[in-house]
């Protein structure tokens, strides 16, 4: 690739066991209320991790909990306000306290149909309720009508509103805009029936939901500006999609050598000017060169030059540093 390179300077590095697996999970890499977070799991222990304002910290505190999952079944966790967690589970969303006790536990039924469909949860954006999605009711037929989504208590786990959601079976994740804007994005993965982007708004005891614009990837990165930055499962395209704004598509094939593709799981805005995506010879590939893109038009800007070989994994930060790891180890970066 022809593109201007420009030192990736190392800031900070922190240990943080279980980081290398987690970062392929959909609850690995979280933004929550303006917060960047990241969930491990290692050795029957869940450390989820705040990632500190300070450029100079990677994880500015973190709290740990026994893994409920002991059997291997998927799970997804949040962080709540007060230092608490949500945990989705097969069968139920459950509140843990910092201590470990149980504040609530909300059951619901399995997706018995698809036993590779996931819940997802998250406090809504103003703090007040808890977002979470779960199989639905089947009908007389025995036949499911969607999933759905409730908005949840914090403090007592009553439901406060239901919404059917147009996927089905599907794998969930949620996250948060990072300017506090009302809705939280629900991404919802259907393998070969693709993915469906939500926006989920909870107001006045109802919940609202709507497509995210034309995103229809399960990647995706967000802006300050409402943008969103989704990249194709297979790594061949990027697209910007913003309410008011034409999308823009860039296909692998411009801007990156023949037969290379996107890979990882976190393309993002470094900040309101620059995404940053890795890009590698196949999608299996356990390296891969990282790149500067224009925010808008995303078209290359520059590669980043490391001190050594770099993995597929990078999240941005949005402040102008991003993540990555080695081994077990978390990398704060900046530009140099």
């Not at 029957?44 to 304002?53: D, H, L, Q, S």
């Not at 990647?219 to 990249?231: E, I, K, P, R």
């Not at 910007?240 to 990882?264: C, H, N, S």
């Amino acid at each position: 690739m022809n593109n201007p390179r420009v030192p990736a300077r190392l800031l900070v590095r922190e240990a943080l066991p279980g980081i290398a697996e987690a970062l392929g999970k959909l609850d690995g890499w979280l933004l929550r209320h303006g917060a960047h977070w990241l969930v491990t799991r290692h050795e029957g222990v869940i450390t989820v991790g705040r990632v500190g304002a300070d450029p100079a910290q990677v994880l500015e505190d973190r709290g740990t909990w026994p893994d409920p999952a002991t059997d291997g079944s998927a799970s997804y966790c949040s962080p709540l306000p007060g230092g608490a967690l949500a945990i989705s589970g097969q069968e139920a969303v459950t509140v843990h306290e910092p201590d470990g006790t149980v504040r609530w536990e909300h059951n619901h039924r399995m997706w018995t149909e698809s036993p590779d469909a996931s819940a997802a949860c998250t406090p809504d954006p103003t703090g007040c309720v808890l977002l979470a999605t779960m199989a639905g009711p089947l009908g007389e037929d025995g036949l499911s009508r969607g999933d759905i989504c409730r908005a949840l208590d914090l403090t007592t786990g009553e439901v406060l509103a239901e919404h059917v959601l147009p996927s089905f079976s599907a794998m969930y994740s949620f996250q948060h805009f990072p300017d506090a804007r009302p809705e939280a994005l629900l991404t919802a993965s259907m393998g070969q029936d693709g993915t469906q982007c939500l926006l989920v708004t909870y107001t006045a005891a109802r919940l609202d939901v709507r497509a995210a614009g034309t995103a229809e990837e399960p990647y995706v990165g967000l802006g300050t500006d409402g943008a969103l930055v989704s990249q194709d499962v297979g790594g061949g395209y990027l697209c910007r999609t913003q309410d008011g704004t034409d999308d823009v598509i860039v296909e692998a094939g411009e801007v990156l050598p023949e037969e290379w593709v996107f890979v990882g799981y976190t393309p993002g805005f470094v900040d309101e000017k620059r995404i940053l995506v890795v890009a590698a010879e196949e999608p299996w590939a356990e390296k891969g060169t990282h790149l500067l893109l224009d925010a808008h038009t995303l078209r290359p800007l520059a590669e980043l030059d490391y001190p050594h070989a770099s993995g597929i994994s990078a999240v941005p930060l949005g402040d102008g540093t991003w993540l990555t790891h080695r081994g077990e180890t978390v990398l704060r970066w900046a530009l140099g």
